[in-house]
């Protein structure tokens, strides 16, 4: 039998230590590393430094409390359940999320961006009472974006869901829900749009913007049963579609906010089609609720003062001659304000106190 000299296990032993100091050097080398690298990663959206993508559920309160609702005006989620995926996970932990949803009414399959403010989830006094929902609706192109959904304007990073949670924070908005469609199934780089209307021969947005929307809302999340629950805000293009579905659909959505709206339809598409173009003018369809007396909606408009004259004309001729009676309208002029969501979400929120002053918000469970 061979035996180590003193010498070898001596030579040995420094082996294994310096083999050990070797692995906890590395060990806080690669720590060190992680750390440093973790923001760059997560900036990047590289997994597993992010969640984006992840599953986002927004029942975690079961239903509501027992599977019971507070009250009688409170819809309970009507499923199934939609598999949003986290697009943004905002400061108060609150997230952002989407999902490609295939319109069961209109047919028509596209992107849905949604969210629900901390209170939804967060306040134990809210947990099975349903929300307001509005529907923000992007001006521009309006296909396969909307810039509601995670948009940061100005040097101030001002956003739709921070700034809804200040409002209601401060007592001047209610807690919305939010949901952002896109407005177009094309882009209008070739002078084509579809004026959120069920133009004959062509996809029907009309239908995906007032009722498939609408309905997603209604599946995933506790809403309210009455209109008073409902509402739009839109710019542009977007403007126009929330002033028309609101007076289009009375009985559906009480309030709307209208920034630098167009206020007639105009899209080459309704060539051909007078009859369907009228029953989507914003101006016929005053007329005719003024003559049914009701029910009563609440239109705030804003519009830059830079922003072309005809725009401000229109706004202006059309509160004149059809604010009046059911149709309540106000009108917020924003000095040196551009035809930009920058400049009408900067001065949304005098608007939004409006007509959250008109609308129904969460019950508080007793």
Known sequence: MAYSSPRAYKARGRHRGSRARGWLIGAASVAALALIAWPVMSYYEIPPFTDKSAPVS????????????????????????????????????????????????????GKVW?????????????MSSGFPVMIALPGGPGHDGNYWSVGEFGPDNLSLEKSISKWYQEGKSKPFLLAMPILNPGPDDKGIYWDASDIPDQPKMGTWLTEDVP?????????????DGWSYMGSSTGGFASLKSVLKHPDKF????????DILPDSPLW???????????????????????GPDVYIAFQVGTKEQAATINDIKKFITSYGRGPVHTK???????????????????APMQWISEEMEGPAQSS
């Open 215 to 227: 309905n997603l809302m209604k599946a995933n999340f506790r809403t309210l049963k009455s209109r």
């Open 254 to 261: 009480k309030t709307a906010i209208a920034n630098g709206p």
């Open 331 to 349: 009108l917020w002029e924003i000095p040196g304000g551009t035809h930009s969501g920058a400049t009408y979400l900067k001065n949304m929120e």
């Open 114 to 126: 949604v969210w629900a403010p901390r209170e939804y989830n967060g306040d134990p006094k809210f």
């Open 58 to 109: 927004y029942d975690q309160a079961g239903g509501g409390q027992d599977g019971k609702a507070a009250d009688s005006r409170t819809l309970m989620p009507t499923g199934p359940k939609t598999d949003f995926k986290n697009v943004k996970t905002l400061s108060d932990g609150t997230q952002v999320s989407v999902v490609t949803l295939e319109g069961e009414k209109s047919g028509f399959k």
């Open 271 to 293: 060539r051909g089609h007078e009859k369907e173009k009228q029953e989507n003018n914003p101006q016929e369809l005053a007329k005719q609720l003024t003559a049914a007396k």
